[in-house]
């Protein structure tokens, strides 16, 4: 079969990694790169010489192709989707969709209208850990989880050259760029959706950035879980401490690391049992086991996994997170999702 004809636009940060990635996925042929940032372009021209390579889309959008792949920033996606979609291509984008949950919602009916695919490039849910804590809970292991403690504390230092530099003047940074990553895997995991929240977002006196990057919040979701989370890109030092804590009827799960270290017990264990994780390289493993189910999906081998669609809720819980903090009051997600009908 011939591969899937993949155009990639902004080649930033992450876009080394889905290059990479891209590059070495034999269902997969690049054919066209884009980028208004003269640097990126030029570097992209040394290893592609021959495709291809624009400053928007709209110069490279007239290449054959099957699919694209949206390494932008997530605000201003607007016309990177219209025009994808008027050329029936299937998108990958990465998260969040959007920076607003209005814009999203209006990219997900354009798509559906299109008649293309829309997927959104959640790769934490391809780790083996991600997997394995999830069939712990689906197999009742710990009996019926009805709470948990989310942790990530980081200092992010958004200066440093290998970042991207958008977060430093964006609003609520942490929500939009990372908590994004830890409320799916809530959802994805609990195999459950959120009711309401109640949150507080700030920043400590030393932050570098403009937006909030401590968000607390208390999450309740519809089988009956809670999980207070706590999220900071300002704090803490190297490395971050990741932990991710489940208390269900009959024991705990607990990973100890953002990539790994996963391990439960039942109640009268007094120590916990490890959990063997196939090996995983960070970033490569989980992206390219994501672009392995995007190539099957527009295949039409798999059913779509991380579809936009299903991503508005994720983003319901960040926005609902935001107005929470600023009315100091619980939010229903129902209220969320009536802005954007
Ligand atoms: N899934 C993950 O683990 C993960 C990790 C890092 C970043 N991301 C996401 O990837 C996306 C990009 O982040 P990044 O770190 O690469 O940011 P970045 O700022 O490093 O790169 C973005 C690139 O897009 C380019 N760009 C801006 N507007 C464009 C346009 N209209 N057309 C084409 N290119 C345009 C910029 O010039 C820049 O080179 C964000 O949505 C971010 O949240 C995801």
Redesign the pocket.
Known sequence: MTPLRLII???????KTWLKVAEANAEVEIVAL????PA?QTSAAEHFPDIPIGA??TEIIGTDADAVLL????G?RE??IEVSCAKGLDILA???LADNVVAAARYVEMAASAGVHLIV?L?FRYLNVTQEMRNLLATGAIGTPEFGRFTYERWRDGTQDW????PLTMDHPMLW?QSI?HFDLMRYVYNTEPVQIQAHTFNPSWTMYAGDTNVSALIAFQNGMTVNYQGTWQSGHEPMNFNWRTDGSEGIIVQREMFGDLAWAKRLQTDLAPVTLSKHEP?ITDATTLLKSFVSTCRGRAPPECTGRDHLQSLFMLQACILASDRSATVEIEEIRALTT
């Open positions: 636009v902004g080649l930033g940060a992450r876009a884009c980028d208004p940032n990126a928007d889309i390494c932008t920033p997530p201003g016309r990177q990465e998260k969040p490039g790769n970042l991207n530099k958008y760029e990553h970033w």
